[in-house]
Structure formats: structure tokens, C-alpha cells
């Protein structure tokens, strides 16, 4: 059973919520890429998890929504390293910076006003352009 997770002091994910499988990997490695099953996946049933709160659960599957399969469960792959191990603790990185960029809510935006400033100047550059335009125009011969 892999260690637990620690996301920050809030989050800790239980090692017994994770699972691992293998599979051959693509790419460089010479003859191992036919014969050592160097690819990692990690398997997390994100629904069934009482480790994360609901909100940022929420929020982590609107963000990675492709992440999660038919049967529910939260999938990170790594084939990034020749070696399982290094695999393996790649997907858990890629899982905990996953969930940390998730975990703080994102800022509320406040309406904002534009400046006096900011509107006469922005008007003033209107008139500007009107009248360069306006003097590009023929003569009118009335």
C-alpha cells in the first residue's frame, strides 16, 4: 500500500485511496521498452474520497474533467522516466500539483468603474479619429 499523499496541512490523501498499474511504455529505452512495463497509472476513485473537501472535489473535476473515466476514478499517467519507481512518484506530483492548483478558490472579481479620466480620454481619441477620418473625405462642392 503506497504512503499517503500530502497536498498541504488541509489535504492528505490516504494511500490506500491510490492504485498503481503498469503498462509498456513509448518512446526511447532501447530493447526495456519491449520487455519492462515502465509506465505508471494512477487510479483514484475521486467520488468515493472523503479526504478532499467537497468544494475543491468539485472545482478538481470541472478543471481535469477528462481525467476521470466510465468508472469514476481520477487517472494520471506518467511515462516520462525509464524506471517504474520514478514513473510512479511522477504521477504523484503530477496529482498533488493538480489538486493545489484547485485548492484555493479562485478570487471573486469586483466591478469596477472606469476613471473620469479614462472616459474622457477614451473620448477624446474618438474625436481625434473622427476628425482624421472626416478630413480624408473630397471636398464638398455645394
Avoid at 94 to 114: D, E, F
Avoid at 115 to 137: D, F, H, M, V
Wanted: glycine fraction near 6%.
Amino acid at each position: 500500500m503506497p504512503e499517503p499523499l500530502v497536498i498541504n496541512r488541509q489535504i492528505t490523501i490516504p494511500g490506500g485511496e491510490l492504485r498503481f498499474s503498469y503498462a509498456r511504455s513509448s518512446g526511447p529505452g532501447g530493447q526495456n521498452v519491449n520487455k519492462l512495463n515502465t509506465k505508471a497509472r494512477l487510479h483514484w476513485r475521486l467520488s468515493e474520497s472523503q479526504s478532499l473537501p467537497a468544494a475543491v472535489a468539485a472545482r478538481l473535476r470541472e478543471r481535469f474533467g477528462t481525467r476521470v473515466n466510465d468508472a469514476g476514478e481520477f487517472v494520471v499517467v506518467s511515462e516520462r522516466h525509464r524506471e517504474q519507481a520514478r514513473n510512479a512518484r511522477d504521477c504523484l506530483e503530477k496529482l498533488r500539483a493538480m489538486i493545489l492548483s484547485v485548492a484555493t478558490p479562485p478570487a471573486v472579481r469586483k466591478k469596477s468603474r472606469p476613471t473620469r479620466g479614462s472616459i474622457e480620454a477614451r473620448l477624446e481619441s474618438k474625436r481625434r479619429n473622427a476628425q482624421r477620418k472626416r478630413n480624408r473625405r473630397p471636398p464638398r462642392l455645394d
